[in-house]
Nanobody, 130 residues
Framework: EVQLVESGGGLVQAGGSLRLSCAAS????????IGWFRQAPGKEREGVSC????????YYADSVKGRFTLSSDNAKNTMYLQMNNLKPEDTAVYYC???????????????????????WGQGTQVTVSS
């Protein structure tokens, strides 16, 4: 059975930090692009970050560049999103996902039901207070 389980969300003040984790089972990270997207009520689904399986390149949304760092431990099938200098606009449910390409994961759209993720988790809430 394939599972992606996120953890590490919570409530933090603006300027603070959180580290999200995503533990995967039932498939191998090496075979997929892996990363995070987020969803806030009434807003577009925003692709946050992704690591390409083809060359290891890492992509970040402009809104998080310089503040968020994506890493993975493929031996543990676990990835992490270190989030620093958090802002109220980072408030959202964060999901980890796997797909054939980072193009899927980093896409920002309201038409998210059409995005061909292979796997995704249940999400973890991140709330940043001002």
């Amino acid at each position: 059975e394939v599972q992606l389980v996120e953890s590490g969300g919570g409530l933090v003040q603006a300027g603070g930090s959180l580290r999200l984790s995503c533990a995967a089972s039932g498939f191998t990270f090496d075979d997929y692009a892996i990363g995070w997207f987020r969803q806030a009520p009434g807003k577009e689904r925003e692709g946050v970050s992704c690591i390409s399986s083809s060359d290891g390149s890492t992509y970040y949304a402009d809104s998080v560049k310089g503040r968020f760092t994506l890493s993975s431990d493929n031996a543990k099938n676990t990835m992490y999103l270190q989030m620093n200098n958090l802002k109220p606009e980072d408030t959202a449910v964060y999901y980890c996902a796997a797909a054939e390409s980072c193009i899927v994961i980093v896409t920002t759209t309201r038409d998210y039901e059409s995005l061909p993720y292979d796997y995704w988790g249940q999400g973890t809430q991140v709330t940043v207070s001002s």
